[in-house]
């Protein structure tokens, strides 16, 4: 069965960085492009960044782009969101994403001093 099990979200001050994590199960991971969403309060779900299966092309949202880096190892089965320079409007729980229909549990980031 699927799973997606996020991991390393948390307060952090503005200017600061978080490093999330998507450990999979389930599915061949290393055959699958992955995706990156979120979603703030009162918001829609939007796409965050997207990494193609073997790593050689990444796609983000420009409200992200220069200050968060997707990566996957395929060998330990992870999706991994490198965020920089974080601001207040990054605040939102984070979900990874298998196409066509799994999700993970989510997991919060806050951006606040």
């Known amino acids: 069965q699927v799973q997606l099990v996020e991991s390393g979200g948390g307060l952090v001050q503005p200017g600061g960085s978080l490093r999330l994590s998507c450990v999979t199960s389930?599915?061949?991971?290393?055959?699958?492009?992955m995706l990156w969403y979120r979603q703030a309060p009162g918001k829609e779900r939007e796409l965050v960044a997207v990494?193609?299966?073997?790593?050689?092309?990444?796609v983000y949202a420009d409200s992200v782009k220069g200050r968060f880096t997707i990566s996957r190892d395929n060998a330990k089965n992870t999706l991994y969101l490198q965020m920089n320079s974080l601001k207040p409007e990054d605040t939102a729980v984070y979900y990874c994403?298998?196409?066509?229909?799994?999700w993970g549990q989510g997991t919060q980031v806050t951006v606040s001093s």
């Open positions: 994403f298998r196409p066509i229909d799994y």
């Open positions: 990494i193609r299966t073997t790593s050689s092309r990444t």
């Open positions: 389930g599915f061949i991971f290393s055959n699958y492009d």
